[in-house]
Structures are given as structure tokens and as C-alpha cells.
């Protein structure tokens, strides 16, 4: 398993856990406050840089 696609299931298992945060928005502000906006904003952003990290520059010319 090559480097980009072990960045791809890790950005995907990330962003997961970023969706299950949401379920629970209620509880995590009530007891942390603004940093569990702060904790999920992070997540996501990790979450979305590992699912792109594996894309290249250029993309492919059209047959």
C-alpha cells in the first residue's frame, strides 16, 4: 500500500471522527466550551489535507 492511499484512509477515518464530533456539538460546547469548535475546525482541516495530499498538480489530458 503506497504512501497516498494510507493518506487517503487516514484523512477519511479524520474526517469520521469529525462528523461523530458533531453528533455530539451539545455536550463537547457545554463542557469545553469554544475550543470544541476550535477541536473540530482542526479535524477537519487535517481530515481534508490528508484525503488531498495524494493529488497531483496537473491533472490529466482528456482523450
Same mark, same amino acid.
Given at each position: 500500500?503506497?504512501?497516498g492511499k494510507r493518506n487517503f484512509w487516514i484523512g477519511?477515518?479524520?474526517l469520521?471522527? =469529525?462528523m461523530v464530533m458533531l453528533f455530539f456539538m451539545g455536550q463537547? *460546547?457545554?463542557a469545553m466550551g469554544i475550543w470544541a469548535a476550535v477541536l473540530w475546525m482542526a479535524l477537519a =482541516?487535517?481530515?481534508v489535507g490528508l484525503v488531498m495530499s495524494d493529488? *497531483?498538480?496537473e491533472p490529466p489530458?482528456?482523450?
Open positions: 500500500m503506497n504512501t477519511n477515518a479524520v469520521t471522527l =469529525a463537547l *460546547s457545554e =482541516a487535517v481530515g493529488k *497531483s498538480g489530458t482528456p482523450d
